[in-house]
């Protein structure tokens, strides 16, 4: 054997692994045949879960989640919706709801100058997800939600965003798909799954949807999709800082 081929074998001893222990059927999905199934076959699982992961116990802590106004038009909607909504977030136990209104942000529309420390910035560096409410302006979403958006960048980053939107005919999707673009910008992820009225001002009647059932099963669905974004999202922060 040349020099060349006796270097390649001895890479290839170097990498060999032992053979495993366990044997996963169920892809880490909790279901496992030991070669040696004793007593201690449940805590070999946990010790190789946890260094497969690195997670020792899984962070269930409830997610701090701020929900974005996205409208500050004199007459607005947005608070019947946001008011809906927020009975949805407080309805659960997995989250902790704060809402940051784009009326009352006080942000300058320019950049011109340094910005003056505003009240909502820790509130959203804080976060650990987002729930974006909009109306569709024009097909797309309010210069107010935008200039807020722009005026931060870290207190986006590697968190969920939950969107939801409200309407003429179109129900604020325009809105909500441009929306995606601008926080895939920010590293920030929005979630798959989302909540929009059509023609909103008809379809409630004393602040509640007329038929709650398919928006308030719409909500739940959106919502368990950015709980498991927003534990993933925020063990990863701790274990690993998002350096972009
Ligand atoms: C400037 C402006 C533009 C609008 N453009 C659209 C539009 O493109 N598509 C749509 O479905 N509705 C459109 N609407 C209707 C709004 O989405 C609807 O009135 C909504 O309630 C506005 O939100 P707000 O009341 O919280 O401001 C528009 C409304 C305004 C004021």
Redesign the pocket.
Same mark, same amino acid.
């Given at each position: 054997m040349g020099e060349k081929r006796k270097g390649a074998a001895r890479a290839c001893e170097r990498v060999t692994l032992p053979a495993p222990r366990t044997l996963d059927l169920n892809f880490g999905r909790g279901i496992r045949l030991s070669s040696m199934q004793t007593d201690t076959a449940q805590t070999d699982t946990a010790q190789t879960d946890t260094a497969r992961t690195g997670i020792a116990h899984p962070d269930t802590a409830p997610l701090r989640v701020v929900l974005v106004i996205g409208?500050n *038009?004199h007459? *607005?909607?947005?608070p019947v919706v946001a008011d809906w909504l927020l009975d949805r977030l407080r309805d659960r136990d997995d989250l902790v709801a704060e809402v940051v209104d784009v009326a009352e942000a006080d942000l300058p529309m320019s950049f011109a100058s340094p910005p003056a420390p505003s009240a909502v910035t820790p509130k959203l560096a804080s976060a650990d997800a987002f729930v974006v409410l909009t &109306?569709? +302006?024009?097909?797309s979403f &309010?210069a107010g939600l935008k200039n807020l958006v722009d005026w931060h960048f870290t207190e986006w980053q590697a968190k969920p965003v939950a969107l939801v939107s +409200?309407?003429?005919?179109?129900?604020?999707l *325009?809105a909500v798909e441009h929306l995606r673009q601008v926080f895939a910008e920010l590293h920030a992820v929005t979630v798959r799954d989302t909540v929009s009225f059509h023609n909103?001002?008809s379809s409630f009647e004393d602040g509640r949807p007329k038929d709650p059932s398919g928006p308030d099963a719409a909500a739940k669905t959106m919502l368990d999709q950015l709980v498991w974004w927003g534990r993933v999202l925020r063990q990863g922060r701790t274990a690993m800082p998002y350096t972009r």
């Amino acid at each position: 054997m040349g020099e060349k081929r006796k270097g390649a074998a001895r890479a290839c001893e170097r990498v060999t692994l032992p053979a495993p222990r366990t044997l996963d059927l169920n892809f880490g999905r909790g279901i496992r045949l030991s070669s040696m199934q004793t007593d201690t076959a449940q805590t070999d699982t946990a010790q190789t879960d946890t260094a497969r992961t690195g997670i020792a116990h899984p962070d269930t802590a409830p997610l701090r989640v701020v929900l974005v106004i996205g409208s500050n *038009r004199h007459g *607005r909607f947005g608070p019947v919706v946001a008011d809906w909504l927020l009975d949805r977030l407080r309805d659960r136990d997995d989250l902790v709801a704060e809402v940051v209104d784009v009326a009352e942000a006080d942000l300058p529309m320019s950049f011109a100058s340094p910005p003056a420390p505003s009240a909502v910035t820790p509130k959203l560096a804080s976060a650990d997800a987002f729930v974006v409410l909009t &109306p569709e +302006y024009n097909h797309s979403f &309010p210069a107010g939600l935008k200039n807020l958006v722009d005026w931060h960048f870290t207190e986006w980053q590697a968190k969920p965003v939950a969107l939801v939107s +409200y309407g003429g005919v179109s129900g604020g999707l *325009r809105a909500v798909e441009h929306l995606r673009q601008v926080f895939a910008e920010l590293h920030a992820v929005t979630v798959r799954d989302t909540v929009s009225f059509h023609n909103a001002g008809s379809s409630f009647e004393d602040g509640r949807p007329k038929d709650p059932s398919g928006p308030d099963a719409a909500a739940k669905t959106m919502l368990d999709q950015l709980v498991w974004w927003g534990r993933v999202l925020r063990q990863g922060r701790t274990a690993m800082p998002y350096t972009r």
